[in-house]
């Protein structure tokens, strides 16, 4: 079992910066793959980015080159830096772990956090 606490969200200015942290508990935190993905107002949750196990594979949707997602097993911790933010990427972003493989899907993550919000001014 795998628990999920998000950190970092908050209000920003557009063009501005911030990293997203994911705690997790459990000693098996090293094998599963982890996630993040977005909701805003009246949207479906959608996948921002994902990390292997190892951290040896990264996938992005088309925010790759201004997000970057890593991950400290030492310290149980995945990570989204968020650079030159814009107004649409306000959502609620939530971190995600499935055993296996990184995916794009949303329904193949068994564990999820709370959510942290982000908001971005214009």
């Not at 090293?30 to 990390?51: D, T």
């Not at 890593?70 to 030159?84: E, G, P």
């Not at 609620?92 to 942290?116: D, F, I, K």
Request: hydrophobic letters at 35%; a positive charge.
């Amino acid at each position: 079992q795998v628990q999920l606490v998000e950190s970092g969200g908050g209000l920003v200015q557009a063009g501005g910066s911030l990293r997203l942290s994911c705690a997790a508990s459990g000693r098996t935190f090293s094998s599963y793959a982890m996630g993040w993905f977005r909701q805003a107002p009246g949207k479906e949750r959608e996948f921002v980015a994902a990390i292997s196990w190892s951290g040896g594979n990264t996938f992005y949707t088309d925010v790759k080159g201004r997000f970057t997602i890593s991950r400290d097993t030492a310290k149980n911790t995945v990570y989204l830096q968020m650079n030159s933010l814009k107004p649409e990427d306000t959502a609620v972003y939530y971190c995600a772990a499935r055993v296996g493989g990184p995916s794009y899907s949303r329904n193949l993550y068994e564990h999820w956090g709370q959510g942290t919000q982000v908001t971005v001014s214009s």
